[in-house]
């Protein structure tokens, strides 16, 4: 039996829906994954802003993510906004446990993985950026402040992002939050991957930048003027993990995820009076075409 790419996400709650599990989980699906969470805070959130922050314990947390592994299984991991600097060293002991690698390798004997259709408009690429060992896939995404401004991680909390780089297989930070990780070689420098976002630079083209050891690739695009924007670093995250869990290279993953992440602006809903959600949907809606 082929089963689909199981993806578990470890991040906020967003109660507009535009961001964090909310746009994690349609991601997944859209992409043709099976989306798990482990819940590490709750926000009252919309397109102007965080109104309420509240973290799940770290306890919780981690009693999410050891359920849904021992019974349903993971092909990759996505870790968004961690909620605290006590969530994120919580979270890293356990993906660094031997207890947690015994689960996993019990995991992925539980049958073959549905493999990604073809996109036409995402050529495969000469560099394939493959790991050199069979660790599982992990995207960490720092999130440290909201499309609206609003900070959602704390001094302490950043400080302790260097222990979720250790355990990841990329990090994909904004501009700003690169600069708060300590750069390009700090990130490196912590076995990760890098793929640096440009959303934050000015110019009439976006250069996304993936970085490893052996060498690197920019993804550039014409600039979608727009404010609808909401969630864009959480999708593409998620939308990476996914492919990688599917078992694409990583710059295949980094190239359609980001493609994904602007079909979706595109089909933008144009809600709220801020930074509005995007349209994970693409704009479709099977059941109204008659489809049963």
């Known amino acids: ?3 689909p790419a199981r993806v578990l996400i470890i991040a906020g709650s967003d109660s507009g829906g535009g961001a964090g599990i909310q746009a994690d989980i349609k991601t997944v699906t859209m992409l043709g994954g099976y989306a798990m969470t482990a819940i590490t805070a709750l926000t009252a959130q919309n397109t102007i802003g965080v109104q309420r922050v509240m973290p799940v314990p770290a306890d919780m947390v981690v009693a999410q993510i050891d359920s849904v592994v021992r019974d349903i299984g993971v092909d990759a ?3 968004g906004m961690i909620g605290s600097a006590e969530v994120a060293n919580a979270v890293a002991d356990y ?3 031997p207890s947690f690698a015994h689960l996993l390798s019990s995991s992925r004997k539980r ?3 549905s493999q990604p259709e073809s996109h036409e408009q995402a050529p495969e690429m000469g560099a394939r950026f ?3 060992d069979d660790r599982l896939p992990i995207v960490f995404d720092p999130v440290m402040v909201a499309t609206s401004g609003s900070v959602l991680a ?3 909390t950043i400080a302790a992002f260097g222990r979720l780089m250790r355990v990841a297989t990329l990090t994909t930070p904004n501009l700003p939050e690169l600069e708060a990780l300590g750069g390009e070689a700090a990130v490196l420098d912590s076995g990760s991957a890098l793929l640096a976002k440009g959303g934050h630079a000015t110019g009439a083209m976006v250069e996304d930048t993936l970085i490893t050891p052996d060498g690197g690739v920019i993804f550039a695009n014409p600039r979608i003027d727009t404010r609808h924007t909401h969630g ?3 999708t593409l995250s998620s939308a990476i993990a996914t492919g990688l869990g599917q078992g694409l290279p990583l710059d295949r993953a980094v190239e359609r995820g980001i493609a994904f992440v ?3 602006i595109v089909h933008a809903p144009g809600l709220g009076q801020g930074s509005g959600p995007m349209g994970h949907a693409l704009g479709r809606a099977p059941f109204d075409e008659g489809e049963r």
């Open 262 to 264: 602007r079909a979706a």
């Open 130 to 132: 493959d790991k050199s």
């Open 95 to 97: 993906l660094s446990s």
């Open 77 to 79: 991991i996505k870790i």
């Open 1 to 3: 039996m082929t089963i």
């Open 232 to 234: 864009t670093g959480c």
């Open 111 to 113: 049958g073959p993985i």
């Open 154 to 156: 704390d001094a302490a």
